[in-house]
């Protein structure tokens, strides 16, 4: 679907991107905005923030997600919110299709064919593991967050950065870069977080809205998940694993997507380079979240799995049961 020989697809800058979207804006075109499926607070950060600058520069703007337009609670409160159009009320070809924050095209799910279909399509995105595609293309694996991408196109196009952009933007930072902790925080990243600060927003309240709030039943599954945490040193640098399903969330009340901050208890299991949670899903198949303390390159081995993301974070997608799904990872680690 998407060659990366055709010499009318381009990587661009940040100054080219802007002027095609000011272009867009300008003629009031229709410009459809997603994010990857079961988008994170980046991808629904991006979409929302970049939608609304171009809203305010004359576009017609219909943000979305891929799947059904239910957000976590985690998530659900970030202005703009409230405008996101479902994937099937959407135009067939829109004047412009951007795509934020997906690492493939099959991120995007039922929306992929829009990357054709659309007037023109442009891509922005941060991972590691982006095979470079769509038409347009402002990606930046050294970008910690794809909402850094995003702030520089509302600075190109001339949008003034408030508080209810800011907010957007820094849930997106704050998440991507774990606070502040992980490797991929610049000099620039700090300066950009100053920046949104001075709009007034309350940082506070939306760290503590992504990541300190959970119903109670959470407690109890991290105990039951924690509990069964195996650790294998001799399998490459050190794994430390550990599996849950959407159907043990249930059990304690919790949605599915709340297994994904389990991985980020079990890495800190300091033998280990590797942490892994196999997340059972709904229709039976595993998804795999990895993370690195630094001496493993888990987008690599991701994307040998038919994933990516990440050279310290990364996912793919598993149709063998738990013991093949951890048996093809230990065989993936210890050939490195
Ligand atoms: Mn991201």
Request: proline share 5%.
């Amino acid at each position: 679907m998407t060659a990366s020989t055709d010499a009318a697809r381009i990587a661009a800058t940040s100054r080219s991107v802007a002027g095609v979207l000011a272009e867009a804006a300008e003629a009031r075109a229709t410009v459809v905005l997603s994010g990857h499926v079961n988008p994170d607070a980046d991808a629904l950060g991006s979409t929302l923030a970049l939608a609304e600058g171009l809203r305010r520069r004359g576009a017609r703007v219909l943000p979305t997600f891929p799947g059904p337009l239910t957000l976590p609670a985690s998530l659900g409160w970030m202005p703009g919110a409230e405008g996101l159009v479902p994937s099937t009320a959407l135009p067939s070809s829109p004047d412009v299709f951007v795509s934020l924050d997906a690492a493939s095209p099959g991120r995007l799910a039922e929306l992929a064919g829009l990357l054709d279909a659309a007037g023109t399509s442009i891509v922005v995105d941060h991972h590691a593991s982006n095979p470079g595609f769509g038409r347009v293309r402002l990606v930046d694996p050294g970008a910690p967050a794809t909402v850094t991408l995003v702030a520089d196109l509302l600075d190109d196009l001339g949008v003034a950065l408030d508080s209810q952009l800011a907010t957007c933007l820094y849930a997106g930072l704050a998440a991507d870069t774990g606070s502040f902790r992980f490797g991929n925080t610049r000099p620039r990243t700090h300066e950009l977080a100053a920046r949104l600060l001075a709009t007034g927003i309350d940082h506070a309240a939306i760290s503590r809205r992504l990541f300190d709030t959970a119903p109670f039943g959470w407690l109890g599954l991290l105990s039951v998940v924690t509990g069964r945490a195996a650790l294998e040193p001799e399998v490459g640098a050190g794994l430390v694993w550990t599996w849950s399903s959407t159907a043990e969330a249930a059990e304690h009340g919790l949605p599915g997507e709340q297994l994904e901050a389990l991985v980020d208890v079990i890495r800190s299991a300091e033998e280990a380079d590797v942490a892994c949670v196999l997340k059972g899903q709904d229709d039976g198949s595993w998804s795999v979240s990895l993370r690195s303390r630094g001496g493993t390159d888990v987008a690599r081995v991701a994307m040998a799995l038919g994933g990516g993301g990440h050279t310290l974070a990364a996912g793919y997608s598993s149709h063998l049961d738990r013991e093949g799904t951890i048996a093809t990872l230990r065989d993936h680690l210890s050939a490195r």
